[in-house]
């Protein structure tokens, strides 16, 4: 069976034409599957970080309560110390309006709110670091979210996917119509390829 030249070049334009429209559409098809993924990921790490915004929120209010739990406690053993003192003071018949008994008193009652006042500052440094760690989760919950590709982006990148193969395409009909009108012009175009 012979084949002329120009069936022989139709084909092969049409071949060509045919694998730059396949290449276009699993080029757009993989876009969309990385545009999916990159929104996905996105999401995922902002959900993360948001989860551990919360457990450092929590953590913040356990340090909070349980700080406030060993200032009371250490309140009371400051007043269980203070009522011994004043105690055996009494017992001992000296007056504790003036002097050294007075002194002693103050003194414990000083040492003793600097006790329960060192219990708050450790625990509300721990507690301030929790919170500023939540802070930034948060924030980077936020970053993950604004890095998450947008619709429009996957449009932008699929009209681009399909310009270029719309531009592959007409480079290839242009070069067709060329080598057709060169055929042609040399009588060729009717020939036989196997002579």
């Known amino acids: 069976m012979a084949i002329s030249l120009g069936t022989a070049l139709t084909i092969a ?3 060509a034409a045919t694998t730059a429209i396949v290449g276009g559409v699993v080029g757009g098809v993989a876009g969309i599957q990385q545009h999916n993924q990159a929104r996905a990921n996105a999401e995922m790490q902002a959900e993360q970080a948001e ?9 913040a209010s356990r340090l909070e309560r349980e700080n406030d739990e060993n200032a009371r406690r250490q309140r009371e053993q400051s007043e269980y110390l203070k009522a011994q003192q004043r105690a055996l003071l009494g017992k001992s018949g000296a007056a504790m309006t003036s002097g050294s008994p007075l002194a002693i008193l103050g003194a414990t009652a000083m040492n003793e709110e600097l006790k329960v006042q060192d219990a708050h500052v450790g625990g509300y440094q721990a507690v301030q670091n929790h919170r500023e760690q939540a802070k930034m989760y948060q924030y980077q919950a936020g970053v993950a979210r604004a890095q998450k590709p947008s619709g429009s982006s996957l449009a932008l990148s699929l009209v681009g996917q399909a310009a270029g193969t719309t531009g592959k395409v007409a480079g ?8 057709r009108a060169e ?7 009717g020939r036989s390829i196997w002579g």
Request: hydrophobic content about 35%; glycine content about 8%; overall charge positive.
């Open 51 to 59: 989860y551990n915004k919360r457990l450092e929120e929590r953590e």
């Open 183 to 189: 055929l042609k012009s040399n009588g060729l175009w």
């Open 13 to 15: 334009t049409a071949v």
């Open 172 to 179: 290839i009909a242009g070069n067709y119509v060329t080598q």
